[in-house]
């Protein structure tokens, strides 16, 4: 299986392939989306985000997402803008007709790192101890793999679970 990983972000959306096999995780693609504020025109960064993520998916065909939940913060019109961000990392893998996981960064974290207050620092050392060799983008490609392995783990959790109830039935 196939899993996209989106940490979302107005500026700098990161993103992150990976194939899943069984337990085994083995590094795709990773990068960022970048919409520029120059000119503070909210539409067409939204729409700058939505034609790369577009992208994204039509050249990794991924055949599950993930997206992070966003946290409020003290900035209520920081936190209304990144959540339509999150927008558009919802949208388009639904465009593509996958379902999309939603996990909170504290979930994220005690998945990858066992730990839900993890830094930053600490998730890029797991990514890079789950997916060996890998060559991460920057932080926010970073998160989106650890998106991506969270909802790899959670789904082949589900899969046990399921599998454990048919064999009790």
Same mark, same amino acid.
């Given at each position: ?38 000119? %503070? ?5 939204? !729409?700058?985000?939505? +034609? $790369? ?7 990794? =065909? #991924? ?19 990144? %959540? ?5 990392? !919802?949208?388009?893998? +639904? $465009? ?7 996990? =909170? #960064? ?30 991460? +983008?920057?932080?926010d490609a970073a998160d989106a793999l650890a998106v991506a392995i969270c909802h790899a783990h959670h789904v082949q959790s589900q899969g046990r679970l399921a599998a454990a ?5």
């Amino acid at each position: 299986m196939r899993v996209i990983g989106i940490d979302p972000g107005l500026r700098n959306l990161g993103w992150g392939v990976i194939d899943v096999a069984g337990s085994r995780l083995t590094h795709v693609a990773n990068g960022i989306c970048h919409s520029d504020a120059g000119d %503070g025109d909210l539409a067409a960064r939204l !729409l700058s985000l939505h +034609a $790369q993520l577009t992208e994204v998916l039509r050249a990794w =065909a #991924p055949e599950a997402a993930a997206v992070e939940h966003t946290f409020v913060n003290k900035d209520a019109v920081a936190t209304l803008k990144l %959540g339509q961000a999150r927008g558009i990392a !919802l949208l388009v893998p +639904a $465009q593509f007709g996958l379902s999309v996981g939603e996990y =909170a #960064p504290n979930a994220v974290k005690k998945t990858v790192v066992g730990v839900g207050h993890a830094a930053k620092v600490q998730v890029d050392h797991m990514v890079k101890l789950h997916l060996p060799g890998v060559k991460v +983008a920057g932080p926010d490609a970073a998160d989106a793999l650890a998106v991506a392995i969270c909802h790899a783990h959670h789904v082949q959790s589900q899969g046990r679970l399921a599998a454990a109830v048919r064999a009790a039935e």
